[in-house]
């Protein structure tokens, strides 16, 4: 049985094909690195991962490419309300955000009552 995806340039179901052999070029967005991931991030890797899984045991070759954003508008104004210096070469400053972030409950939280 054949992959079938959404071609949004004919807005019709179709047949998957590599367009050269059998190797599928992805590029895929990275991690954000100016600020903590959130929700939206980490379903943008789930999908990923899943539609690299499926290729892969359909018989298809990768040949994948991710982004990691760098310095941009972005960062050059976060860095400046938090009176810092943005950097002049993107460094990943992985860390996870304080519990005072969180929007769901914190460890500390009483766990939620069942009526």
């Known amino acids: ?66 982004n990691i954003t760098d310095v941009d508008d972005k960062i050059i104004r976060n860095a400046g309300a938090e009176h810092k210096d943005p950097p002049s070469t993107p460094r990943p400053s992985w860390k996870i955000a304080p519990p005072s972030d969180w929007s769901g409950p914190s460890a500390s939280s009483p766990p939620p009552t069942i009526s």
């Open 1 to 66: 049985m054949p992959l079938r995806f959404y071609n949004t340039l004919s807005q019709q179901v179709e047949d998957f094909s590599p367009a050269r052999d059998n190797t599928v070029r992805m590029y895929t967005c990275g991690p954000t690195v100016y600020y903590f991931a959130h929700i939206g991030n980490f379903r943008t890797f789930t999908f990923v991962d899943i539609l690299r899984k499926c290729l892969r045991a359909n018989g298809f070759q990768l040949d994948h490419v991710m």
